[in-house]
């Protein structure tokens, strides 16, 4: 066979492993390698090659190298939790900065338990054990469950119609994960575990440092917001695929979604409530990343308000950019819009400064076309029950709004947290349900197919870690806007559109790992979506203008 690596050419027999026929490329790699795209597809390195194909090989300095990572060290976690904690279940939570955390159930966790657990791990990782990918015939897997009374993996048996049946398995430990992991245990030598909380954080390398482990940052914020809407969903008896499917299919959905959108109703009133609370706020200020539903938020956030008798007045930062010549540049000579040095902060807090003050300003309207500002004779002033809402990747960083007092601004931080899981030990990832979001909406709303969307995904991501993660902790209430159905919902939307991506594109490899964690879902009919959802955002056919 014929195997294309780079700008070469490499002949070998059928079966050879990825790992075995690049050997000196992955031992001389700058960063450790952890996986491989064959013919566009995401592989472990294990991968026996039976036929012709390109292979590219994937280390700890990209994004999916990191989910690899990951994957393959919770799955040592879950087998060191086994023989340290003998029938006792451990809890996938949810993901933190470079961290996830995790419990074990009806467990104490202590600094004792931690460092067995730390020991257990290294030993693991330390001996280099095989993880080999078992194929299972139905027949063979209903027999399996039978005879093992576990819930491993059981979601592929249970709500999947396909006759082969997957499962890793490493020495005597076995379990299922929903993406692929690493061929070796000794791959993952970098990590730590920490006490956290009622539980404790796994914590790994990032792809911008793929060598070492970050400084921990302390997110406990963003850890309350998830950890609340986790428990809620543990009441509502939701907090997995299957139950949400078991909730589908015995006709209780319609009752999850009110229950589901009457909490988000309440968030945004709470949030409302306090902003009214403290008569010095004058400014709202809304940041979140990409396809976390901020415009819907606003307006929504906007009802509350006047129920509060304060009237919203917006304002668009994207009218404020400086001229097209002043642009900061980046590394590679582009334009970069995103840079906070983008926008003309001088002639914002300019105007910020008179509207708090009750004089009147001229707005500008920003030409994108022509690259400059224009005047139109648009005036504002703000009147004594009215309050200045500013929605932007920027609205947390404190140098957008630099000559503004800190009491007179009310920040809010809003993204998808996903706290569904796969099942106990496989979490969905919050950036892929804002990455679904945003298919739908842009073959929606924007004309772009699924293609187009995922090819740009990764400088979106770039952007936001540059430009609000990092503040995100800087907020005075963050606003969790997934929904535990929406999945089941935007698969129906979403997975013609991924399945419309041809092997040979380079997209495709992205698509199918989409398609592999959407096909769990019962589908959820679109008409079930409230008209004042924030789902309709993406949807269309909802009660705000966009």
């Known amino acids: 066979m014929e195997i294309q690596y780079q700008d070469k050419i490499i ?15 992955i031992e001389k790699s700058q960063y450790p390698v952890i996986g491989a795209i064959f013919n566009n597809e995401y592989v472990n390195l294990g991968y026996p090659i039976k036929q012709d194909g390109e292979i590219k090989l994937i280390d700890l300095s990209s994004k999916e190298g990191t989910k690899i990572y990951r994957r393959t060290i919770i799955y040592i976690l879950e087998k060191a939790v086994e023989e340290v904690c003998p029938n006792k279940k451990i809890i996938v939570n949810y993901q933190l900065p470079n961290s996830m955390f995790c ?25 280099d054990i095989p993880i080999k990918q078992v194929i299972m015939t139905r027949k063979q897997a209903e027999e399996f469950y039978q005879k093992n009374d576990i819930s ?8 999947l119609d396909n006759q082969e049946i997957y499962m890793y398995y490493c020495e005597d430990y076995y379990n299922y994960c929903y993406g692929t992991i690493a061929n070796r245990t000794g791959t993952t030598k970098n990590f730590e575990i920490i006490k956290y909380e009622d539980g404790f954080l796994v914590r790994y390398p990032s792809s911008d440092k793929p060598k070492q482990l970050p400084k921990l940052i302390e997110t406990k914020k963003l850890a309350w917001a998830l950890n609340e809407y986790d428990d809620i969903h543990k009441i509502l008896n939701v907090n997995t695929v299957y139950k949400l499917n ?4 015995e006709g209780q959905i319609k009752d999850i979604i009110m229950l589901d959108e009457a909490l988000h109703e309440k968030k945004i009133a709470n949030i409302a409530d306090k902003i009214a609370q403290n008569r010095k706020v004058k400014m709202i200020l809304i940041a979140g990343p990409s396809s976390s539903g901020k415009t819907t938020f606003a307006q929504r956030l906007g009802i509350q308000l006047r129920i509060n008798r304060i009237k919203p007045v917006t304002i668009s930062v994207d009218n404020y950019f400086v001229e097209r010549k002043e642009t900061p540049r980046d590394k590679n ?53 009215q ?11 404190d ?9 007179q601004k009310y920040k809010i931080y809003i993204s998808a947290l996903t706290v569904l899981n796969m099942d106990r030990y496989n979490r969905i990832s919050t950036t892929d349900t804002r990455l679904v979001r945003r298919i739908v909406r842009d073959y929606q709303f924007r004309g772009y197919d699924a293609k187009h969307t995922l090819a740009s995904w990764h400088m979106v991501n770039n952007g936001e870690e540059k430009n609000i993660f990092p503040y995100q902790e800087e907020a005075n209430s963050i606003f969790n806007t997934s929904l535990i159905y929406e999945l089941g919902v935007l698969k129906g939307v979403v997975m013609p559109l991924l399945e419309e991506i041809k092997q040979q594109e380079p997209e495709y490899a992205e698509a199918r790992r989409l398609i592999n964690m959407l096909k769990y879902f019962e589908t959820i009919p679109p008409e079930y979506v409230p008209t004042n959802s924030l789902l309709k955002e993406f949807l269309g056919g909802g009660d705000f203008k966009y």
């Open 11 to 25: 002949e070998t027999k059928e079966n050879v492993t990825i790992q075995e026929l690049l050997k000196e490329e």
């Open 103 to 127: 419990e074990i159930e009806q467990t104490e966790i202590t600094e004792e338990l931690i460092q067995k657990l730390d020991e257990k791990m290294r030993q693991i990782v330390k001996k």
């Open 152 to 159: 491993k993996g059981r979601l592929q048996l249970d709500q």
């Open 246 to 249: 078991k909730a589908m299919e």
């Open 333 to 385: 000579g582009n334009l970069d819009f995103e840079c906070i040095e983008a926008i003309d902060l001088e002639l914002f807090n300019d105007h910020l400064t008179k509207l708090l003050n009750g004089e009147e300003i001229e707005m500008p309207e920003f030409d994108f076309h022509e690259g400059t500002k224009r005047y139109n004779g648009k005036k504002l002033k703000l009147e004594a029950d």
């Open 387 to 397: 309050v200045l809402v500013i929605e932007g990747i920027h609205c947390l960083n």
């Open 399 to 407: 140098k957008l709004t630099s000559k503004i007092a800190k009491d």
